[in-house]
């Protein structure tokens, strides 16, 4: 809590008024905003939750939440939205059709890299301080070293350059979280997002095999959606030490993708009862990037060393979460018919 005061105080000596400080998130109804909503609804602060669809709010709040329903790619829409912003957090983001952020295409670059430079131009010439901007990014914009980059990883790298040359030129105070594969149950809304133990999880519940496009060996690092919206609140609390820099977020822990989505399937076997669900290797997609075959580095001590910030649900937790979150959906389900 007493971070919380702080981030409140900070932002309040930089609009160098009485007022509370407004705080802006873009993308406020995807699968990290609410979680982030959640954690800035205990502070201080105006929020301003700006969606294209509606993004509810916690049932007790001590921040004044407003909702702002809005097309950011209609001109002239994030400038009205950021208005009189003392910090914008921008997890607004477009990952293409069907097959995720592989196909992330002219669409996706007009979401992931045209809202960056409209962000950075409606700030350039304020008559007012520096707004802090904290930016969702990617850990595939790390690396692997030496391997092609998916078309998602370059967009985020392209706004993540925008970002960083705005800082420098004094227009914002930014900084960048590249954050490792967030997973769990959103607050507020209960979704799973689209992420690959969400799609597992609910093949294990229909008793398909999981599949695997190698031989399981592949690590990731797995970070819960309650410890990246919590980051990125801590970020703003601590942006003088992160400002200008890129800063990777993640558990610090990389497993392999086999022995979790076996975990994965016991945690559902568990609670529907049913022997656990077969893990395979399959013969990948002609779309699989090489990415998919290796493990982006994401190592979070650099971030934690600054702002002291460190994960708190552990993985076994958070895939029990999942499997009783999706058992739970299905029996109201069941129930209703």
Same mark, same amino acid.
Request: proline share 7%.
């Given at each position: 809590?007493?971070?919380?005061?702080?981030?409140?105080?900070?932002?309040?000596?930089?609009?160098?008024?009485?007022?509370?400080?407004?705080? /802006?998130?873009? &993308?406020?109804?995807?699968? !990290?905003?609410? =979680?982030?909503?959640? #954690?800035? @609804?205990?502070? $201080?602060?105006? +929020?301003?939750?700006?969606?294209?669809?509606?993004?509810?709010?916690?049932?007790?709040?001590?921040?004044?939440?407003?909702?702002?329903?809005?097309?950011?790619?209609?001109?002239?829409?994030?400038?009205?939205?950021?208005?009189?912003?003392?910090?914008?957090?921008?997890?607004?983001?477009?990952?293409?059709?069907?097959?995720?952020?592989?196909?992330?295409?002219?669409?996706?670059?007009? /979401?992931?890299? &045209?809202?960056?430079?409209? !962000?950075?131009? =409606?700030?350039?010439? #304020?008559? @007012?301080?520096? $707004?802090?901007? +904290?930016?969702?990014?990617?850990?595939?914009?790390?690396?692997?070293?030496?391997?092609?980059?998916?078309?998602?990883?370059?967009?985020?790298?392209?706004?993540?350059?925008?970002?960083?040359?705005?800082?420098?030129?004094?227009?914002?105070?930014?900084?960048?979280?590249?954050?490792?594969?967030?997973?769990?149950?959103?607050?507020?809304?209960?979704?799973?997002?689209?992420?690959?133990?969400?799609?597992?999880?609910?093949?294990?519940?229909?008793?398909?095999?999981?599949?695997?496009?190698?031989?399981?060996?592949?690590?990731?690092?797995?970070?819960?959606?309650?410890?990246?919206?919590?980051?990125?609140?801590?970020?703003?609390?601590?942006?003088?030490?992160?400002?200008?820099?890129?800063?990777?977020?993640?558990?610090?822990?990389?497993?392999?993708?086999?022995?979790?989505?076996?975990?994965?399937?016991?945690?559902?076997?568990?609670?529907?009862?049913?022997?656990?669900?077969?893990?395979?290797?399959?013969?990948?997609?002609?779309?699989?990037?090489?990415?998919?075959?290796?493990?982006?580095?994401?190592?979070?001590?650099?971030?934690?060393?600054?702002?002291?910030?460190?994960?708190?649900?552990?993985?076994?937790?958070?895939?029990?979460?999942?499997?009783?979150?999706?058992?739970?959906?299905?029996?109201?389900?069941?129930?209703?018919?």
């Amino acid at each position: 809590m007493r971070r919380h005061v702080k981030l409140a105080a900070g932002l309040l000596n930089q609009s160098q008024n009485t007022r509370r400080p407004l705080i /802006v998130v873009l &993308g406020a109804s995807g699968f !990290l905003g609410p =979680a982030v909503i959640d #954690r800035l @609804a205990g502070l $201080p602060v105006k +929020v301003r939750a700006v969606a294209r669809g509606l993004t509810p709010a916690p049932p007790r709040t001590v921040a004044d939440i407003e909702g702002h329903r809005t097309d950011l790619a209609r001109p002239g829409a994030l400038a009205a939205a950021v208005e009189g912003a003392d910090a914008v957090v921008h997890l607004a983001a477009h990952v293409g059709d069907g097959r995720s952020w592989r196909a992330a295409g002219e669409d996706s670059e007009q /979401v992931n890299v &045209g809202l960056m430079r409209d !962000l950075v131009t =409606a700030f350039e010439h #304020r008559d @007012a301080p520096a $707004p802090a901007v +904290v930016f969702a990014s990617t850990a595939q914009a790390a690396g692997p070293g030496g391997l092609p980059r998916a078309a998602y990883a370059r967009q985020k790298m392209a706004a993540e350059e925008l970002l960083r040359e705005a800082t420098a030129r004094g227009a914002v105070r930014g900084a960048v979280l590249r954050l490792s594969t967030v997973y769990g149950r959103s607050p507020l809304t209960g979704s799973l997002g689209r992420g690959v133990l969400a799609a597992m999880a609910r093949r294990a519940l229909d008793d398909a095999p999981l599949t695997m496009w190698h031989d399981g060996t592949v690590e990731r690092d797995f970070l819960h959606v309650r410890d990246a919206a919590r980051a990125f609140v801590t970020a703003l609390d601590h942006l003088p030490g992160l400002q200008g820099g890129d800063w990777s977020v993640g558990s610090g822990s990389r497993v392999q993708l086999g022995d979790v989505f076996r975990s994965l399937a016991d945690a559902v076997a568990e609670r529907t009862g049913r022997p656990p669900v077969p893990v395979l290797s399959v013969e990948p997609p002609d779309f699989a990037a090489a990415g998919d075959f290796h493990t982006p580095e994401c190592d979070p001590a650099a971030f934690g060393a600054v702002t002291g910030w460190s994960p708190a649900v552990p993985l076994h937790d958070g895939l029990d979460e999942l499997a009783a979150e999706l058992v739970a959906a299905q029996a109201s389900t069941s129930r209703e018919r």
